[in-house]
């Protein structure tokens, strides 16, 4: 099976514009997890899903981020507009719900906003 | 809330040297634990897993890692490091009913050839 699959690897955009990044769960996980690392802060939770619903957006930093689940297998996080401190990798993780805490870490999304 | 700490921000290491990575966890209950690694450039790939039992646990490539309660740690070993281990180690833990994993900040090992 293939692994978390995310786009762009790299990303590299200006002040302002709108950043939309991608990420394809594993076949037959219902839960997907957003996360950003930095040198400062470490690896943060944004937000996760059950079966394609918000369960917990506690992490998301404020309105100019959000995050969608289209469908079962598919997720994206958008921030509108986007400033340099969010310049960061950007994580997404896949689970099983209810079956069992592992997550499966996508390569990341690498984030520079100048 | 739960929390984790692990001590050493960077370790070095001589190949074939053992090797233990510190890991303290704040948890009201029993806690669910993991110990992540992340090579340059890659996402986190999990080493092994404790939810319950044994309390000593293997994971992959050759790694072991032993929960003590009343030390509230779970500290990570190997016996023999390759020059291919040198990556980021996470230590992580979640509650039981909760899928919210916290992270440690990591433990960067560096491998002396």
């Known amino acids: 099976d293939a692994g978390v699959i995310q786009s762009p690897r790299h990303e590299v955009t200006e002040m302002g514009q709108e950043v939309t990044l991608r990420c394809k769960l594993i076949s037959g996980h219902n839960s997907l997890f957003w996360y950003r690392q930095t040198m400062m802060r470490g690896l943060e939770l944004l937000i996760y899903f059950n079966n394609n619903v918000p369960i917990d957006d506690s992490g998301m930093p404020e309105d100019r981020f959000s995050a969608k689940m289209p469908n079962a297998s598919f997720s994206t996080l958008k921030i509108q507009p986007s400033e340099p401190r969010d310049s960061a990798v950007y994580f997404c993780?896949?689970?099983?719900?209810?079956?069992?805490?592992?997550?499966?870490f996508g390569p990341g999304t690498r984030l520079t906003v100048t | 809330a739960q929390s984790v700490t692990q001590p050493d921000i960077h370790i070095t290491v001589s190949e074939g040297a053992s090797l233990e990575l510190r890991c303290n966890y704040s948890?009201?209950?029993?806690?669910?634990l993991f110990w992540y690694v992340q090579s340059p450039g890659q996402g986190l790939q999990l080493l092994l897993k404790y939810f319950s039992g044994d309390t000593l646990v293997q994971g992959i490539k050759g790694f072991e890692a032993e929960f003590k309660r009343s030390q509230s740690s779970f500290n990570l070993r190997k016996p023999s490091v390759h020059w291919s281990d040198a990556a980021e180690y996470f230590c992580a833990v979640g509650g039981e009913g909760a899928q919210k994993l916290v992270f440690g900040q990591g433990t960067r090992l560096t491998i002396n050839p």
């Open positions: 948890y009201g209950a029993t806690p669910y």
């Open positions: 993780a896949s689970g099983r719900a209810g079956m069992s805490y592992e997550q499966y």
